[in-house]
């Protein structure tokens, strides 16, 4: 299984990316699918989690900013963030996991200019 993660970039604080992840293989469905970030020098924390069965979890630093949708069962994740920080600046990881393995993906940078 790999995970492909797109959509970092460059902006400006107060402005908005969406990230993607998409899996490739043949190991579906995914117990959870998540978003992880690692800011630089910074251990590598969870941002957001989608379960299965549709629930989801926020991490404190960004609730009501971001938003994570997408579908355990095709391997699909999306991560919007508005409203973003400087302190956002990190690089964001896509996560999946069965009941047996985890996954991640390569990362993609999001950083945010104050």
């Known amino acids: 299984v790999q995970l492909q993660a797109s959509g970092g970039g460059l902006v400006q604080?107060?402005?908005s990316l969406r990230l993607?992840?998409?899996?490739?293989?043949?190991?579906l469905p995914f117990t959870v699918m998540a978003w992880?970030?690692?800011a630089p020098g910074k251990q590598r924390?969870?941002?957001?989690?989608?379960?299965?069965?549709?629930s989801i979890i926020y991490a404190g630093p960004i609730k009501g900013?971001?938003?994570i949708s997408g579908d355990n069962a095709?391997?699909?994740?999306?991560?919007?963030?508005?409203?973003l920080k400087s302190e956002d600046t990190a690089v964001?990881?896509?996560?999946?996991a069965t009941w047996s393995r985890e996954y991640w993906g390569q990362g993609?940078?999001?950083t945010v200019s104050s």
Do not use: I, P
């Open 13 to 15: 604080a107060g402005e």
């Open 74 to 83: 095709k391997g699909t994740l999306d991560l919007q963030m508005d409203s």
């Open 20 to 27: 993607s992840c998409v899996a490739s293989g043949s190991v």
């Open 108 to 110: 993609t940078q999001v």
């Open 45 to 54: 924390e969870l941002v957001a989690r989608r379960l299965d069965g549709g």
């Open 92 to 96: 964001y990881y896509c996560n999946a």
């Open 65 to 67: 900013r971001y938003t």
């Open 36 to 38: 992880y970030r690692q």
